[in-house]
């Protein structure tokens, strides 16, 4: 940041006093000038500039103070840009909104100028997140990104980080309950429509239960919900809801599919693999509302890390989940390989919401990334560090260290209850699903004539597969 030059702010103080004219850029020094009353009050909440200011300056002053255009010589996408002393006195003053250059202009104070000069002005809550931003201490951190030039191809919108959009006005004002109602509304006035009706208490029940555990209601939680009154009724069910396993359940199943999960290898044969404990592991993940980071890091890296658990290393599942191919007389290099192709583009449209996968062969005219980058990433995963069952695919304990045998019977245990219980619980399920479609069962075992169903294998299955990869 650029301090402000002292000499220069005397120099110009004493005009101020000699001349007698009026300076906008010192509060105490002109309050005539600077009424701060006429200013949208500053708003009462933390300020982030990344999360509260940035978005702003980036809608209304990057187009004529940004990497393309410099207006008044002034960039507000570079920090030393936005803090230096401009023609009329320094533009931020920091713990001092109502003295700032850019408040005076945005709040339209200074009758010459304002800011933007066209289009639409800033509204009194942007002008009051600004001047909180400025009396807490005008924090502008290093890790605020510089916006990129017009033609940059990094300016996809997949590579922006969202922005909070403003809660949009309505005509009827007490159909909203919360700031998405707003949004739905908004869009329904725009067409012209009114919202539907509002729906019953059991078909309510009925949704959020589908909603969030893909199960419907028992009649019993139906009868609880009708018969409650209280206040908070229906976040008293949505916290039910969330909190049971169920939710995990249901909600895994998205992240699982982005994981590719199967229970089998893949290819010719296509035989069987007990990689369920990595299931179990995102389902539990998702039930205690385990942080993304977090989620990201087990799954990538579990086993790197320092004294890594069973379960983080059982986390790395998300890499396992390639197909392996058991055909007699294949190049198994080949396969390897295959199988880094395919975490490269798991990885990277699981994590990245990129398909890297497509400059493996060949550079694209308008992707920002390159043939190049490509194997620089797989480089990461191509860097196993050997060992037995390293790598392997149908490892579930993850892949560096061999682990103790008495630790992986430990965890079987563990793991085998919670299956139990599981097991409990789909049989209720299942009960409850013969109520409501009678004949369903045996529809299900009898599909195609032959016998289907969840597969739940047995301890004894689990350790030969593990005894057979190298993991005691
Ligand atoms: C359409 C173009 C345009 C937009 C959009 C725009 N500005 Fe400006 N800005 C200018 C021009 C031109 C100047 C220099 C001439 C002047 O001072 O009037 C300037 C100068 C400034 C200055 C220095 C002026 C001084 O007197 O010290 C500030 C501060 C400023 N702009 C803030 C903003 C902010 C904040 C936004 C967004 C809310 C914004 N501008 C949006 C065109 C624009
Ligand atoms: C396994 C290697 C490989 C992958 C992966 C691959 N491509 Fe290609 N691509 C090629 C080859 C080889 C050609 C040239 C085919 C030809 O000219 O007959 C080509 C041609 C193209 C062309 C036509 C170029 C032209 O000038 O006509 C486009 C577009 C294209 N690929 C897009 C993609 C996209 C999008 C993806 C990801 C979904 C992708 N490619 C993934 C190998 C690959």
Redesign the pocket.
Known sequence: MTERPWSRVLIRFSEVLLLGTIS?YDADAAPAATPSAALPAPAARPVEFIKDIQP??SE??????GPD?Q????R?DVKES?FKT????P?IVSGKSASS??II??GGL?P??V?????E??TAD?IGL?RAWIDQGAVWPATAMVARKAGDKRNHWAFKAPVRPSVPEVERKKWPRNPIDHFILARLEKEKLRPAPETDRITLIRRVTLDLTGLPPTPKEVDAFLADHSPGAYERVVDRLLASPHYGELWGRHWLDVARYADSNGYEKDRPRSIWPYRDWVIHAINRDMPFDQFTIEQLAGDLLPKPTLDQRVATGFLRNSMLNQEGGIEPEEFRVEALIDRVDALGKAFLGLTLNCCQCHDHKFDPFAQKDYYRFYAFLNNNSGGRGAGRIDNPFGQTEPIGRSACRQWIQERRHARLNDLGRARAIAARKQVSYPGMGSLLQHHGGRRIGPRFPSLGDFLVEFGTTGVG
């Open positions: 906008c702003i300056l209304h002053c990057y187009s004529c103070h255009k207006k008044g010589d002034l507000w936005a401009g023609d009329h006195g533009i250059r850019v202009l945005v200074d010459e100028t800011m933007p000069p066209r289009g002005r800033l942007q600004m």
